[in-house]
């Protein structure tokens, strides 16, 4: 069955601005900051609460990094979403700070992170953005709409100049230098012969028009024999078929996958929204399999604690 036509996401599709902005974007490390245009805002339903959440993002200052700010709790600084600010979670990402949390980040992060937005303050009315598809691209849509501004300062570029693997047996990441500058994210995604999701494999070349167009649509999944588990944590209270893929023995419940392998292509996502954290670019080969987001925070601890960050001059384009 074809795919129905609000889920896909392609350059064709997109409007002028979208493809003008995207057409600009730098494709190699060695930049300036950049932040938005204008604020934007969107709309819709969180997948912790289940209530309906309004997100706005707004342009920031050099070096003010991107940091969230619920309004619903007055009065409270932005919590800057840096490593540091990281919450112990399972199967999602969190920060906090004296007693403020903000839960499911990383979508957002990857559609700024995904664009080379590098500073924005991110304003919410609820302890989560809205959960929308499952994927980020009416993030990255509103991005595109709000356009980029560049604000002639370096932006930092971490290099990974050795290997370094977090994780176990069952599941790792490792991470090697590159030749060339660059991010390139690889993931393997084997669940065993048993799973209605089939072993799949991706790499991706971080570039801001492939992100946009390969990557940001791909939506969060989940087996169906898993949600009443994930439900009794309090998680997708509310969700349907539509909200996020739900697979059962013979694929996805009352939906389509975008493309075969949407599944990793959504575990990259999660890992360019993830390593976000590190507030500057990367420079290397992240090779992920079978890894979630503790893996990705354990890398990217292991990435600030051994990697330095490269001389401006060094790497400038
Ligand atoms: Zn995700």
């Not at 996401?9 to 245009?37: E, F, K």
């Not at 987001?293 to 001059?313: K, M, R, S």
Request: proline share 8%.
């Amino acid at each position: 069955m074809a795919v129905p036509n609000h889920l896909r996401l392609t350059q064709s599709r997109m409007p002028a601005y979208a493809r003008d902005n995207l057409a600009s974007l730098p494709q190699r490390p060695g930049r300036s900051q950049h932040t938005l245009g204008r604020s934007v805002t969107c709309h819709g339903v969180g997948f912790v609460t289940g209530g309906r959440v309004e997100l706005s993002l707004h342009p920031a200052a050099p070096d003010f990094g991107v940091a969230f700010q619920r309004l619903d709790c007055p009065g409270t600084p932005p919590v800057p979403a840096t490593r540091a600010s990281v919450l112990p979670r399972q199967r999602r990402t969190a920060i906090g700070r004296n007693g403020v949390v903000i839960e499911l980040i990383e979508h957002v992060l990857a559609a700024l992170a995904g664009l080379q937005i590098d500073n924005c303050l991110v304003t919410l009315n609820a302890p989560e953005p809205p959960g929308f598809d499952g994927s980020c691209r009416p993030v990255v849509e509103a991005i595109l709409e709000a356009g980029r501004i560049d604000q002639g300062v370096p932006r930092p570029c971490l290099i990974i100049d050795r290997v370094m693997s977090v994780g176990t047996a069952e599941k790792q990441i490792t991470l090697r230098p590159l030749a060339q500058p660059g991010l390139a994210i690889s993931y393997h995604l084997d669940y065993g012969p048993d799973s209605p999701i089939r072993p799949q494999n991706r790499t991706f070349l971080a570039n801001p028009t492939d992100f946009a167009t390969h990557i940001a649509g791909c939506r969060t999944f989940v087996l169906d024999s898993e949600v009443e588990a994930l439900q009794n944590q309090g998680l997708g209270q509310g969700l349907t078929h539509q909200d996020l893929l739900v697979f059962g023995q013979d694929g996805p419940i009352d939906n389509h996958l975008l493309f075969p392998d949407e599944c990793a292509r959504h575990k990259i996502l999660d890992c360019i929204g993830d390593f976000a954290l590190l507030g500057a670019d990367l420079w290397g080969h992240i090779d992920a399999c079978r890894s979630g987001h503790t893996d990705n925070h354990d890398a990217t601890a292991a990435i600030l604690q051994h990697c330095h960050v490269a001389p401006v001059a060094a790497h400038a384009a």
